[in-house]
């Protein structure tokens, strides 16, 4: 089909690229080529005289599949009854640990705690990575776990793709890498050659790296962006650590961001206005077909009911913003995607007290080139991944007209209900 379809439309060696990218599309979503082939001959696009005609049906075929988006209703997928509580004790994953930090004190903690049934001494975690991603595995958990120590450059300035929130000196850093979650749009799958989270021990020395930015200006700092921190949370004990080191630094504001919804957490960490509990909602047919393995939207909007009911017990100072921001992003475009965030919504409106949320995120699906091109390799079943994007200065998105209505949208459900909200949105 591929072959005939070049001919037809005297295509380039380029333009046969993007027409493989299309089929593959197309049989990612379960489209019926033919089909656009028929509508393509109605409209008159087909037969084509030249290159100039066939890249005029060439980029008609790719509109027409842009706005025919997945049906995600369609699918009924199980849910993970486990997902919520995030894991604690394993069960039967192996445990690789740098033989350099063998006998450092959280390495000892954390094996004490978890008691994988096997550990592994190895040399350097990449490795690892490397040995999964040569056995073709894309599965994201059950491959086990891995302790290291990061070394080189421990803090990084945020990336173009992500909100600063108008924060003038936004970094990020990653104290884990990995996540135990496995969203199918996840940018790790194509940063990382595997899935296995790494667990960096020295979180000691990225505290000294923030203590020394925090000498020359105050900083924004997102520590869970190559993880979920909230998830991981019984093994590495990392949220705490980041709200006690907060609360003692007067000049940094940190963001958790999380689809976990636990709430045993609440009832012991030290509470801090500059520590922001961002949480990822989603429509549940969102949640069900693209967010394998998260917590429902009704788990997710209790655990920020219950921390936001944690923090106004806890704190009592009267103030209006409580450390919390609810982030609509990425909104991912299926069929039917304006009613099923309207329901989310209006379900998130009816069940937490918005006049006490700190700050909005919206922003639909957009990943760096390079990350999707891996993605695509790996997930070539992947409707969202291979979805034919338009690329604009180094990064995918959908059509600009598909990206702002959907963004305008929410941003305009929020607007309408929460008066005076901060919405930030991507740009
Ligand atoms: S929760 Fe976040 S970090 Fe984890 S897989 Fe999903 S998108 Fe990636």
């Excluded at 037809?8 to 493989?20: D, F, L, N, Q, Y």
Aim: proline content about 4%; hydrophobic content about 35%; charged content about 30%.
């Amino acid at each position: 089909m591929v072959d005939y379809f070049s001919k037809e439309i005297h295509a380039s060696v380029a333009m046969g690229k993007r027409i493989r990218q299309l089929f593959s599309y197309a049989d990612a979503s379960g489209r019926n080529i033919p089909d656009y082939m028929e509508k393509l001959r109605n409209e008159g696009k087909l037969p084509c005289r030249d290159k100039r005609e066939g890249k005029a049906a060439l980029d008609r075929l790719c509109e027409l599949l842009q706005y025919d988006p997945e049906d995600v209703r369609k699918e009924h997928l199980p849910k993970n009854e486990d997902a919520f509580v995030g894991i604690g004790q394993n069960s039967g994953m192996q445990l690789y640990i740098e033989e350099d930090i063998r006998d450092n004190a959280d390495v000892k903690r954390i094996t004490e705690r978890l008691n994988f049934p096997e550990t592994i001494y190895i040399r350097h975690y990449k490795d690892i990575l490397a040995r999964v991603s040569s056995e073709g595995s894309t599965e994201s958990t059950g491959k086990g776990m891995v302790l290291a120590r990061k070394t080189g450059r421990l803090l990084y300035e945020g990336a173009p793709v992500c909100q600063n929130f108008g924060n003038s000196h936004f970094y990020y850093t990653s104290c884990v890498m990995n996540c135990l979650y496995d969203c199918e749009y996840c940018y790790l799958k194509g940063m990382y050659p595997a899935d296995v989270p790494v667990v960096f021990i020295n979180l000691d020395d990225i505290f000294k790296e923030v203590e020394s930015l925090l000498e020359s200006f105050p900083v924004y700092l997102c520590v869970s962006y190559d993880t979920d921190l909230m998830a991981l949370e019984d093994i590495a004990g990392y949220v705490r650590r980041w709200c006690d080191f907060t609360k003692s630094h007067d000049d940094l504001t940190i963001e958790i961001r999380t689809k976990c919804a636990r709430t045993d957490l609440w009832k012991d960490i030290e509470w801090c206005d500059r520590v922001i509990f961002a949480y990822t909602l989603s429509p549940d047919d969102i949640i069900k077909r693209y967010e394998k393995c998260t917590p429902d939207l009704e788990h997710r909007i209790s655990a920020i009911v219950s921390g936001m009911e944690s923090y106004a017990s806890a704190v009592n100072d009267g103030s209006e913003a409580y450390p919390f921001r609810l982030c609509f992003d990425p909104m991912i475009y299926v069929k039917d995607w304006r009613e099923m965030y309207h329901d989310m919504w209006e379900r998130v409106m009816n069940e937490i007290d918005l006049m006490h949320i700190r700050d909005y995120s919206v922003g639909s699906f957009r990943i760096s080139d390079s990350y999707l091109k891996n993605m695509r390799v790996r997930f070539s079943g992947s409707a969202l991944v291979q979805y034919p994007y338009d690329v604009v200065d180094g990064y995918y998105q959908y059509p600009e007209k598909i990206a702002n209505e959907m963004e305008c949208y929410m941003e305009k459900l929020i607007s309408e209900s929460v008066p005076g909200a901060k919405v930030f949105r991507w740009k």
